[in-house]
């Protein structure tokens, strides 16, 4: 008979071996779903992805713009595929779900979402969308707000449009130097230089990012991909710049 000394034994040693056989288990991440405007018919899902560590927090914004369908459907594959091992990430796949379901720019067409930061409580229901996304900012405490957008033309073509670039609405050193490491990251396997991206300071009043920026001072970056590349390749682009962000605050679990 095994004696409850040698017992203890046999199970200590059972435990070390599951521990050496299986040391690099990242951290379980939990995913939840809240809504903001709900009960109304923007009534929008906010999908939170948590860690035992809060820190970093960032936020991932997409279909600010309905039409802009390379966001959107990024921000719906990494809610459900990313694995994280630490911090916090919300995620806003459809911003105005409206606009999205219509696949139009904006709903109603005369209400910009992205021009009416930081929004009213009391206003209307775009006003009062805006301010429930700003609200989840400072709730969470956010280290970074990243936009998701497209354009029609190509900045190099056309200053008056962004595709293939790297917005910041201030030009101050840090944002600066990170959205400077981020176009060159994404450069590296991209030949055309025409499809390269670029940097372009450009403050745009009553955005997503200008608001986290100057009135939270959030740092914020607004990724734009252009809308006459494939829709694939726009897609695969918006996922991987949200990649290159999170390895560089380390919070992606590394594939085994």
Request: glycine share 6%; with cysteine; proline share 5%.
């Amino acid at each position: 008979m095994i004696s409850i000394k040698k017992y203890f034994r046999i199970i200590f040693v059972a435990l070390l071996l599951l521990l050496f056989c299986f040391p690099q288990t990242a951290l379980l991440q939990t995913t939840s779903v809240e809504y903001i405007c709900g009960g109304t018919d923007y009534e929008t899902p906010v999908y939170v992805i948590k860690t035992d560590y809060k820190k970093p927090a960032i936020m991932i914004v997409a279909g600010i713009h309905g039409n802009e369908k390379a966001g959107i459907k990024a921000a719906e594959y990494l809610k459900d595929n990313l694995h994280i091992e630490r911090g916090t990430l919300i995620i806003i796949p459809k911003a105005n779900i409206l606009a999205c379901e219509e696949n139009v720019r904006c709903f109603p067409p005369e209400i910009n979402l992205n021009r009416i930061y930081p929004g009213n409580p009391q206003g209307n229901s775009v006003e009062k969308l805006a301010y429930e996304i700003f609200s989840l900012m400072k709730r969470y405490d956010i280290g970074l707000l990243v936009d998701l957008h497209e354009s029609i033309e190509f900045y190099r073509k056309n200053p008056k449009n962004y595709g293939q670039t790297i917005v910041i609405d201030s030009g101050d050193d840090y944002l600066f130097e990170l959205s400077s490491f981020l176009a060159e990251d994404m450069n590296k396997g991209i030949i055309e230089d025409g499809n390269k991206y670029q940097v372009l300071v450009d403050p745009i009043k009553g955005s997503t990012a200008y608001c986290a920026y100057y009135q939270l001072d959030i740092p914020a970056l607004t990724f734009e991909t252009c809308r006459k590349l494939p829709l694939s390749f726009r897609i695969g682009e918006q996922i991987k710049f949200v990649k290159i962000i999170l390895t560089k605050w380390n919070m992606l679990a590394v594939q085994r």
